[in-house]
């Protein structure tokens, strides 16, 4: 039985981690889930250490949405380098979830746009936890989580671009 | 016995520990306050750390004022990340209670957004170090500290926003 | 036997692994290669800290294409600064091997772009393995990966230039 | 006998370790300074960790002048960012004494400066070796070093700011 | 006898570190040099990190010469971020010498300007392994490694200026 753990925060406009959970239990089993909500994407880091160190996950979703301001981006930063710093001290995988709030045009968008998100980086999780494989062979397709998938380059073919 | 550290600066322009110590005082009990005042936002995560090892706090709040000039905000993004790194090597929460100089209008409304967000930042310690299950019933609901909350996106329900 | 790793992502949109692959080959032997697909550039630091220690990778390629927006360029930076982490804990080099989809002018140089940098760094590799007095003998040579080499500066000479 | 260190550079304009010394001999005794002088900001980081492991120093504090130009002002901040990991490994305080070179308006205004801030920042190091009530009792005061304080917000009562 | 380390570039347009060889060879004498080449300034840290604990040395020269585009910016920073942490770690100087590409006017200053500022800081790197004296002794006299020095600010007299 693998544990996955999810952070999430008060600040966030949506609620992120139920779209998660939502789309894990129909992916899969296997897993259990644990929960820490905490106030903001700079908390975020701390939780997802105890989710490793106190509740033993072996994946974590940490799930934020950066305001718009340049305060907000600086803030998105350290909360990264500190999920970043988190993984390497623990040897495991964080799936950082971020939605910045100006990525959206307006509110209904902004729903939409953190629940798809949540919904296709649980998969990801899900992946790497389970089906590393199914990544494998999507290696450079152009995947997005959110809006649509970009794709591969045009004119490239199974053994590359040849020079 | 819980302690909560409280960590504050000399350039700040209003006593952010006070409001937070009197928040705190009429919010519950079952903890003790240890303070540690240092000139500059840079100096708080030593004084963190201190609070943590030689104290033995259970969580602690970072109280500061970042200046608004572009120097102001290296600082405090170098202060921020020193005290994501003292979170990370101790494994315990710091609520990071920054009001930056240019988020007021004037003098007095300064003064009230620096009262208000060490207020409710406060209730967050309380709440992370006593009931956890206050903030997970916030999850996604848009909460800010200081300003008015700007609430969960329209149209979402208990289920999420379904695509 | 060395093991030389590749840690790639879902997002970039081209294969750079495999042209990575098809160069090695092309180049040498005495190594054998482990591959590792993860969602995005912030995944990378873990993969090639797995490939550092779970396969036993003697130097690791990592391949990523951050895009164009702003915080496509935040990310580009925490993930390097992720590597560089990595790097100093195992004490082994990775080879990034970053394309930003801003370089090029169009798909189709975007896709010549990531084959041509993954191939010349992939010889890096393989100097940095097998072959270091290469490395030094093309010391200060103004090479590039990718686009054409901008050479050293005029008038240079064996004795350097005198003031 | 507590230990003093005092870290500084060729790089800069004036000799602020001087103005610290000649500050700290008439503010009290129960000290003695250890000196370390390097080429530029980016070399105190290891300065200050010598003075603290070699020299047995209890607090150091870091002069510098960083240039007005950008590629200054990162060097500052990889400067401060190396000073915040020295005061976290050791769990000691260095007071972090820079003045950029474009705070002034012209030469003489710079001197001043730099004279000024090594004095009063002097005081701020002698106060948390061995007067730490002397910073609490300023907290939240608004206290500047080198340039004039810019005092509390106004309003402000023993009691805070009620809403 | 003692060992200078110097980790150089196959991406740098000039061969500082063939200058900083035959300046050290003039200066003294009681040591001798290991040279590491790597493609580019992010791999400096790991090249030094190898030189310091797989050969030895005592110091380390880190020369390298960033382009000029914003993405040489931030790689620029990521490698001195990476150097610090060597620095720290092993509690030994490297003397970053970094030569931005944009910083001269033309080919031919380039030149000029990687050759003198790779001499310069070889005196500099000398200095600290061999004579903290003269460093000392030059503490806020406004030296510059490459362009002319700027000397110390006007007024300055033994006893620093008065306030």
């Not at 992120?16 to 959970?21: D, F, K, R």
């Amino acid at each position: 039985m693998k544990i996955i753990g999810i952070a999430d925060t008060t600040f966030a406009r949506f609620d992120m981690a139920s779209s998660a959970i939502d789309e894990l239990g129909s992916t899969g089993s296997g897993f259990r889930i644990e929960r820490y909500t905490v106030p903001g994407i700079k908390d975020l880091p701390v939780a997802c250490l105890k989710l490793f160190k106190e509740s033993g996950c072996d994946i974590v979703m940490a799930m934020g949405m950066p305001g718009s301001k340049p305060v907000d981006k600086i803030s998105a930063q350290i909360a990264s380098q500190g999920l970043m710093e988190v993984q390497l001290s623990m040897g495991r995988h964080i799936i950082e979830v971020f939605v910045h709030e100006d990525e959206a045009s307006d509110e209904k968008e902004l729903g939409w746009l953190m629940d798809r998100r949540s919904r296709e980086h649980a998969l990801n999780a899900y992946n790497l936890l389970f089906n590393r494989k199914e990544l494998s062979e999507n290696a450079g397709r152009g995947l997005r989580q959110g809006f649509e998938d970009v794709g591969p380059v045009a004119g490239q073919t199974a053994s590359g671009i040849r020079h």
